[in-house]
Structure formats: C-alpha cells, structure tokens
C-alpha cells in the first residue's frame, strides 16, 4: 500500500495538510511524533515523508538520524519548517532522501505541486 505519513505536531497546520492532500485523492496517515512516526515506518514506509523539523520529545532531525541507522527503505521525505529556509544545505546532509523543503505557513497549490513531484520519483510497483 502506498501513502504520505505526515509528522505535525500544530493540530491545525496537521488537518490542513492532510484534509487538502486527501481532497487531491492522496492516501494520507497523520501523527504528531516522531516517536509514532518511527513506528509506522518501520511497519510500512510511506510512499513519501511529510516531516516538521520541531517536534516535542525527538525532534524531525533526531527521527532522520534513527532512519538512517533503523530503515533500509528509501522514500522522498519533505521537510517543513519556519526555519528552513536558509539551513537548506544542513538539513539535507542529515539524510540523502531528503526531496525539498517547504517554508511555513504552508500553501496548498505549493504543497500539492511539491508532493507530486516527489511521488514522481517512487517507483510503481509491478
């Protein structure tokens, strides 16, 4: 099964994301930890990664580096966060999937397009 696992803890920007992804037709799964987040990928890793970077308890920097070390599946993870910005080149030598970056506040035509682009590089399964 293929979906986007969205990592948010700000309940709002959380229901935004994933109420304009599901409208799209994209099977979404949202949590707000990354400890929850962790769980469910080494389940079943998502199609794509939606990850903030200030999480509470294990920040979205600290679950990339338990990725690294726990997942040997490779999927597109995007990074979301006020900071972003700027901190572009740090953020992605923390992992080698990292697709891009988008600043917050988020917008809709900007998210979809980003997260299209990304699934693009998934391969389909046969």
Known sequence: ?????????????????????????????????????????????????????????????ELLETLKRECPSVFPIMIFSVWARGNEAEIQQQHPAIFGLLDKPIAAPDLIAQVRSALELVPVPV
């Open 1 to 61: 099964m293929s979906y986007i696992l969205l990592v948010e803890d700000e309940p709002n920007l959380r229901l935004f994301v994933q109420m304009n992804l599901c409208r799209r037709g994209f099977d979404t799964a949202a949590v707000n930890t990354a400890e929850e987040a962790l769980q469910m990928i080494l389940h079943e890793p998502p199609s794509l990664l939606l990850l903030d970077m200030k999480l509470p308890s294990m920040s979205g920097l």
